[in-house]
């Protein structure tokens, strides 16, 4: 009997479904919109969950009884009031074994070949969790900025991207190429009529792309821009730190995954310089591990757990040969 398993990562963006048979072909491959149901709502999450679901289920021309575990890693599944919520809605889809996990332990599992050590997650926004050589799970983090997280998400980077170039444009803070690139960025030629605008019209959140304004305007040697970033990986670091205090009983050197667009995309050398550097400042032995595959893969490779698959190099490397291949159909 061959088993044919599903993975479905759901975050503040986007919703991926990926189908895969145990020998690591992809069968069939779905996209949706945001299914954390703390940013939209649980009938609008499910409603894209299902979308995903749907078209993978539809190009691997497969019914439900043909899978033989799904696995789902969403966003949002921090609490246990959250994991009920989720639960009963996911309950009604037609999968007789399935799994629902917070999408760090994608995250986790895609980095650690153990599923062991601590995942960071920067994102849209932001996370912190880990797993010890026990299988016992802490999460630092995840709630906002009222709940004590750092200014480290794309959009919380995003603001303080404007914030900053504002103070920059009042003589506030240091002069930054920021009052500059971000009244362009937006489709203004000057800080003074950006600013006007967006009082007139009462604009309290301002585009997440502005974070890759900030990344780039740092590569480019803006001080200012630096020290956003120095304090967003000072910021995971104390998470992290967090995360092995509590937890304990975690393997040398201890893996540290690091996912999300910010991280696995951005790779700035900024943050991951001062991520490092506050993780060792405290005396921990690490090694930094940044994903290659999309998390959704964390979300396979759980359900293959699940069912004591073995996972090997070929298995990995035929789902990012599968994974490409349809990139480039995309």
């Known amino acids: 009997m061959t088993h044919i398993v599903m993975g ?5 963006s986007k919703t991926h479904a990926v189908i895969a048979d145990q020998s690591g072909n992809l069968l069939g491959k779905g996209f949706s919109g945001c299914s954390n149901y703390q940013v939209n709502g649980i009938e609008q999450a499910f409603t894209n969950i299902q979308e995903a679901v749907a078209t993978a289920m539809q190009e691997a021309r497969l019914s439900s009884t043909d899978l033989s575990f799904v696995q789902y890693g969403l966003a949002g599944a921090d609490r246990e009031i959250d994991i009920r919520t989720l639960k009963s809605k996911l309950a009604t889809l037609p999968y007789k074994k399935w799994d629902l996990v917070c999408d760090t332990m994608e995250g986790l599992r895609l980095g650690s070949d153990s599923n062991t050590g601590v995942v960071l997650v920067a994102g849209s926004g932001t996370n912190a969790a880990g797993r010890n050589q026990e299988g016992n799970v802490v999460q630092t983090g995840g709630f906002g900025y009222l709940y004590g997280d ?17 103070r920059s444009w009042e003589l506030r803070d240091i ?34 792309r502005l974070a890759i304004v900030l990344h780039q305007a740092a590569m480019d040697g803006d001080l200012l821009s630096i020290r956003i970033l120095q304090n967003a990986g000072s910021e995971l670091g104390i998470a ?14 201890i893996p540290i995954v690091l996912t999300g667009s910010v991280l696995q995309k951005g790779k700035n050398p900024v943050v991951l310089d001062a991520l490092r550097k506050t993780i060792e400042n405290e005396g921990h032995e690490i090694e930094m591990i940044i ?25 990995l490397n035929r789902m990012e040969e599968g994974w490409i291949s349809y990139e480039k159909r995309a």
């Open 175 to 208: 002069p930054s190429s920021l009052t500059e690139r971000i009244p362009r960025f937006l489709g203004f030629n000057t800080m003074e009529e950006m600013w006007n605008h967006f009082l007139d019209k009462g604009v309290t959140k301002v585009d997440g």
């Open 240 to 253: 992290a730190n967090s995360v092995i205090k509590r937890l304990g009983n975690l393997p040398l050197p």
């Open 291 to 315: 994903p290659q595959k999309d998390p959704v893969f964390g979300a396979v490779l759980l359900a293959f757990d699940h069912l004591h698959l073995p996972v090997s190099i070929e298995i």
């Open 150 to 166: 750092g200014q480290v998400g794309g959009n919380a980077l995003a603001t303080e991207a404007f914030r900053s170039a504002v």
């Open 8 to 12: 479905i990562d759901g975050g503040g």
